[in-house]
């Protein structure tokens, strides 16, 4: 058995009675590993009791999505590694097309499955969608999501293909190339460390794939709620991180740019009277300021020459031209 199956859980007990089933049910071919972040609940004595198969790592506190990770997965041997979250169901036949992918070629670093909603099963899903990709300005966004409006599933999207980062729901990933790669950045916590990593990858020759036979449906915002404005203050400096670390060249001009955008996003939370996420934008920039010497030291010399965007500006796309799909941006 080359395959493991690894889920972070912090105090995700009810989580894991609803999706934890299915994942037993469907990855037969794979191992199971729970790695626990210091949770205060009964999830750990849960698992014991009705899955002593599954094997438990306990983390000695809560260090977030990266160092949870980071922490955990030194003590998972297997070849492949499939990081799942907790609050992701997933259906039969979903291993085999992600492990497929991986062995079918040396520079394949990281594949994620379709990624459905949950709540809404015709529909894709916030994080990952069919495939996530990156503007100019750094920018996330996916085939099947831009922003917040998220595409009906009519098999648009059913063919495997290459993407720019693949999501931290749900993918798979060499063991030897995450790794090497020193795993995910601490400094993120939670939210588009994912990004960073798929990003190094691509620096360094790598390639990101879908594998649309593959389909798992996520629940999203189950540690950490889409309202909550610490999310949005991650998603947002978390994003500055990835263009001070990444991107080729003319880094400050980008970061400029993007502080005009996000400024009017930050209006945007203002008309909704949503005054914590408001500051949370200038939170994360006056966040950027302070840690930018350290975060730029993490900047490699490896720059692999491709385009890593496929548009200009998604917020163009989508707030001034009304596209709401990425199918129709070319």
């Not at 090497?180 to 990003?199: K, M, T, V």
């Given at each position: 058995m080359n395959t493991a199956v690894v889920i972070l859980n912090w105090n995700g007990l009810q989580l894991l009675k609803t999706f934890l089933p299915s994942v ?216 500055l991180y990835n263009i001070i670390k990444n991107t080729p060249q003319h880094t400050k001009q980008l970061i400029l740019q993007r502080f005009l955008l996000d400024v009017l ?66």
């Amino acid at each position: 058995m080359n395959t493991a199956v690894v889920i972070l859980n912090w105090n995700g007990l009810q989580l894991l009675k609803t999706f934890l089933p299915s994942v037993v049910a469907h990855s037969d071919k794979a191992k199971i590993y729970i790695i626990d972040n210091a949770s205060s609940d009964n999830s750990v004595a849960y698992i014991k009791e009705q899955y002593p198969k599954i094997e438990i790592i306990q983390n000695a506190q809560n260090t977030g999505f990266a160092g949870g990770y980071n922490r955990g997965l030194k003590f998972v041997k297997e070849k492949y590694w499939i990081l799942l979250n907790s609050d992701v169901e997933v259906t039969p036949n979903w291993i085999a097309p992600l492990i497929t992918s991986l062995e079918s070629s040396p520079v394949i670093a990281a594949v994620q499955p379709k990624i459905k909603s949950y709540q809404e099963k015709n529909k894709f899903e916030y994080a990952g969608a069919a495939g996530g990709l990156l503007d100019q300005l750094a920018y996330p966004y996916c085939r099947g999501r831009i922003f917040d409006t998220l595409e009906e599933d009519t098999q648009q999207y059913d063919e495997n293909c290459r993407i720019m980062w693949a999501s931290g729901a749900c993918f798979a990933v060499k063991k030897e190339v995450f790794m090497n790669l020193g795993g995910f950045d601490e400094d993120y916590f939670a939210h588009q460390e994912e990004i960073d990593l798929c990003w190094r990858m691509h620096n360094f020759g790598y390639h990101i794939y879908y594998a649309y036979q593959s389909q798992v449906y996520h629940l999203g915002g189950g540690t950490l709620n889409y309202q909550n404005p610490q999310k949005t203050y991650l998603n947002f400096r978390n994003s500055l991180y990835n263009i001070i670390k990444n991107t080729p060249q003319h880094t400050k001009q980008l970061i400029l740019q993007r502080f005009l955008l996000d400024v009017l996003a930050s209006l945007k939370f203002l008309t909704k009277l949503e005054f914590k996420h408001f500051l949370a934008v200038y939170k994360a920039y006056f966040s950027m300021i302070l840690t930018y010497s350290k975060v730029s030291r993490k900047r490699k010399n490896t720059f692999n020459s491709a385009q890593y965007y496929t548009v200009k500006s998604i917020v163009w796309h989508r707030y001034f031209l009304g596209r709401k799909h990425e199918s129709s941006i070319k």
